[in-house]
């Protein structure tokens, strides 16, 4: 594999992080605290969060926070359980979890529970498997699984398995990478990974993995380093890591590297952006490239801040 350029990544992502007024920043302002953590989370990655100011963000982080306990994705903006999870990540990795009065979070989200188990996003209903991921992982992270029927959630998670092996957005919807992260992450959280045949799941997603080594996200689409995350993590949960070609995903992602500005972007010569630059970033990690600290594959977090919350260490 090639050479990371580490020092010209943290630059830009710090240049973001700064940057108000500007188109990117603009277009990304309902969404803030997700690109916070997606920015910062790449810092710890690449051992640089110390050149951060983690006081100023833990309390940028809790103006977001509304009197329901749930998170907007900025300053004065709707609580929503997508943003919710940015802000407990965030708080987990600076080891500020104690600033949280958890039972508030842990309330707001079990509301968002329905009868048959599944999550809607807010109080205007819509319903994902990627919010059931999210409550499962927000609320075991701190330490509040209790508060959800866990039994019902699994099975609904389940009900959205499909032929091929995949999950869906709900029952019946088409296998996607991101929506299987998603299923597969909050089943090895919950310890119900044996719901998953793991063979005919791990044949649909290695088949992911295109001529110049990159991974997409469905049959018949483009590569997408954000994929490198959805697909390899979920391989590496169901074990079936070894099925692709591990070193050809890392030179896609490495060649995508704006290695003069810094930055990473979702195929060779296109735009940069904090999204691709985490998503390619973390599956470095998962690729256990040097100088790339851990990064755990259900929780999406650096495996020592993981260690720090459920073993103190």
């Not at 099975?155 to 919807?173: A, E, L």
């Amino acid at each position: 594999m090639g050479n990371l350029a580490v020092d010209n990544h943290v630059k830009y992502i710090l240049s973001v992080e700064k940057r108000k007024d500007d188109f990117e920043s603009v277009v990304m302002e309902h969404l803030r605290l997700n690109g916070v953590y997606w920015g910062l989370t790449t810092l710890d990655l690449l051992g640089k969060l110390d050149t951060v100011d983690a006081d100023e963000v833990v309390t940028w982080i809790m103006k977001c926070q509304h009197e329901s306990g749930g998170f907007g994705g900025n300053i004065g903006h709707d609580p929503h359980i997508l943003y919710t999870i940015s802000a407990v990540q965030v708080l987990a990795l600076f080891n500020k979890l104690h600033v949280l009065d958890i039972e508030k979070v842990a309330s707001y989200i079990s509301a968002l529970q329905n009868e048959d188990g599944s999550f809607s996003g807010d109080i205007w209903g819509e319903v994902d498997t990627r919010f059931s991921y999210i409550a499962i992982c927000c609320l075991s992270i701190l330490r509040r699984l209790d508060s959800i029927n866990v039994e019902k959630a699994v099975n609904y998670i389940v009900s959205c398995k499909n032929v091929d092996g995949g999950f869906g957005c709900t029952p019946g919807g088409e296998s996607h990478a991101g929506q299987i992260f998603c299923c597969v992450g909050a089943l090895a959280i919950t310890g119900a990974l044996h719901h998953i045949d793991k063979d005919l799941l791990g044949w649909w997603l290695c088949e992911r993995q295109v001529k110049n080594g990159g991974l997409n996200g469905r049959p018949e689409k483009l590569p997408d380093v954000c994929y490198s995350w959805w697909v390899l993590s979920s391989l590496i949960m169901i074990d079936r890591v070894h099925w692709i070609d591990k070193q050809k995903l890392g030179n896609f992602i490495l060649d995508c590297q704006d290695t003069e500005n810094g930055g990473i972007s979702d195929r060779p010569d296109d735009a940069v952006d904090v999204y691709h630059t985490f998503f390619g970033v973390a599956g470095l990690s998962l690729l256990e490239f040097p100088g790339v600290k851990a990064i755990d594959p259900a929780y999406a977090l650096p495996v020592d801040v993981v260690n720090r919350i459920f073993f103190g260490r």
